[in-house]
T-cell receptor
C-alpha cells in the first residue's frame, strides 16, 4: 500500500517568507509526528497529533512554527517569518495508534532551504 | 530526560566483515529502543525494535540487536556486511509516558569497502 507522502520534496524560500509543508499519512493511521533533521544530525521531534488534536507540541522551537491536522488525516506544518536556521529536512511519520509498540513509518521528507 | 549516544559518526568495514554499531541510552524508566536505517534520499526505515520482550531482537536484512540493561546499551550487529548495507543508521528511544515520540541519536554512517 501507499506509504507516507510529503510535498513538496524540496522548497527554497527567502528569509522572512511563509511556508507550508504537507504530510499525507498512511490511510487509517491516527497518530502523526513531525520531526526536523538538520545536516549531520538525527531527527528531532517537533509535534505529535492523535487524531485532530496536537497531543504534544513540546518540540516546536518557537511560535513561528505551527501545525494543523483538521480532519485527522493530512497535516500541514506552517512556518512564519522563516529564518536561515530553519533550513533542514522536515520529516513526517505516522503510526496506527500511539501505542507502546507501534512502528512509526516515515515519509521521504521535505528539504527546506531558506536563503 | 532521555538521550541516545551513538559512538562513531562513521564506521567502515570490509564486505563480509562483522558490522557493529554502538548505541547507549539514558532513561529514567524502562525504554523502548529502535534502530532505523536511512538510505540516500529516502525516508527512515525501521530495522528492529525492543519493546521489553526478548532482549535479543532480530530485524530485517540480517541485523540484530541486544538490549543490555546493565550497560544501558542496544548495539546493532550483522555477521557479514553487504555493499547494500551502506547507509546511515539511527538509534532511537521512546517511552510510554512521553507520547512515544522518538529521541534519536546523531547517527552512524556505515561504509562498506569491497
Amino acid at each position: 500500500g501507499a506509504g507516507v507522502s510529503q510535498t513538496p520534496s524540496n522548497k527554497v524560500t527567502e528569509k522572512g517568507k511563509y511556508v507550508e509543508l504537507r504530510c499525507d499519512p498512511i490511510s487509517g493511521h491516527t497518530a502523526l509526528y513531525w520531526y526536523r533533521q538538520s545536516l549531520g544530525q538525527g531527527p528531532e521531534f517537533l509535534i505529535y497529533f492523535q487524531g485532530t488534536g496536537a497531543a504534544d507540541d513540546s518540540g516546536l522551537p518557537n511560535d513561528r512554527f505551527f501545525a494543523v491536522r483538521p480532519e485527522g488525516s493530512v497535516s500541514t506544518l506552517k512556518i512564519q517569518r522563516t529564518e536561515r536556521g530553519d533550513s533542514a529536512v522536515y520529516l513526517c511519520a505516522s503510526s496506527t495508534n500511539s501505542g507502546s509498540t507501534d512502528t512509526q513509518y516515515f515519509g521521504p521528507g521535505t528539504r527546506l532551504t531558506v536563503l | 530526560a532521555q538521550s541516545v549516544t551513538q559512538l562513531g559518526s562513521h564506521v567502515s568495514v570490509s564486505e563480509g566483515a562483522l558490522v557493529l554499531l554502538r548505541c547507549n541510552y539514558s532513561s529514567s524508566v524502562p525504554p523502548y529502543l529502535f534502530w532505523y536505517v536511512q538510505y540516500p534520499n529516502q525516508g527512515l526505515q525501521l530495522l528492529l525494535k525492543y519493546t521489553s520482550a526478548a532482549t535479543l531482537v532480530k530485524g530485517i536484512n540480517g541485523f540484530e540487536a541486544e538490549f543490555k540493561k546493565s550497560e544501558t546499551s542496544f548495539h546493532l550487529t550483522k555477521p557479514s556486511a553487504h555493499m547494500s548495507d551502506a547507509a546511515e543508521y539511527f538509534c532511537a528511544v521512546s517511552r510510554m509516558d512521553s507520547s512515544y515520540k522518538l529521541i534519536f541519536g546523531s547517527g552512524t554512517r556505515l561504509l562498506v569497502r569491497p
